[in-house]
């Protein structure tokens, strides 16, 4: 997957595992574990593939219990910065992912609200989203929404988000190399031609590098 993404122009990219999910293996994993794993991993790259950079993170399920997440010191944040990657239940409900959005910003994290287009109840009426905007999140939106593979609403709702500059990054969630493969040259290719370049670079370079260093968007 790596070698796919670098030789389609990325430089740089977040590794984020799926992560609290109670339906998935990765939520009995701890997070020393991960990061041990991360660790193991980034060196055996950097011989095959050392012009890549790897960055630690995770895409964690908003659980309800987000609180006790904290506490526990159990966030998984991005490259060590105070952006969090989360996600919710694509049937989920909006006032409960603006709580867990509400505790996270409440304990000096910044969501970064994974594929919002995908959700039902944003999809529903996505205007609802300025209220994650308002709080503080920010939005990743999936490369693959925009190109249409997660259905014509998911890719209209993505669309809008562009158009009206509401999204800050355009990622691959790239979970093979064969379904939402992490080639992003597509959709910048479609974002430079249909807005601007510069407007491709802020979501998919500029964006995400200020996001890593902790840097204010």
Do not use: C, W
Not at 198 to 215: F, Q, R, S, T
């Amino acid at each position: 997957m790596l070698k796919v993404a670098r030789s389609n122009g990325t430089t740089g990219i977040v590794l984020t595992p799926h992560y609290l999910t109670r339906d998935m293996r990765s939520h009995r994993l701890k997070k020393q574990e991960l990061i041990q794993r991360f660790e193991v991993f980034r060196d055996a790259v950097a011989n095959e593939i050392p012009d890549i950079k790897l960055y630690m993170g995770a895409e964690m399920f908003g659980v309800s219990n987000m609180e006790d997440v904290v506490e526990d010191d159990m966030v998984i944040p991005i490259n060590g910065t105070r952006y969090v990657l989360i996600e919710f239940g694509f049937s989920d409900y909006l006032q409960r992912a603006l709580e867990v959005t509400n505790k996270l910003i409440n304990a000096g994290y910044t969501p970064v609200i994974a594929h919002p287009e995908r959700y039902s109840f944003i999809q529903r009426n996505p205007r609802d989203i300025v209220q994650f905007l308002e709080k503080g999140a920010v939005l990743q939106v999936n490369s693959s929404s925009l190109a249409g593979h997660n259905g014509a609403l998911a890719q209209d709702v993505a669309l809008s988000f562009i158009e009206n500059d509401l999204a800050a990054v355009v990622a691959s969630d790239a979970h093979s190399t064969y379904q939402r493969v992490p080639d992003l040259s597509e959709v910048y290719s479609f974002i430079s031609s249909n807005f601007s370049p510069a407007y491709a670079e802020d979501l998919m370079y500029n964006n995400p590098l200020n996001i890593v260093k902790g840097k204010m968007l």
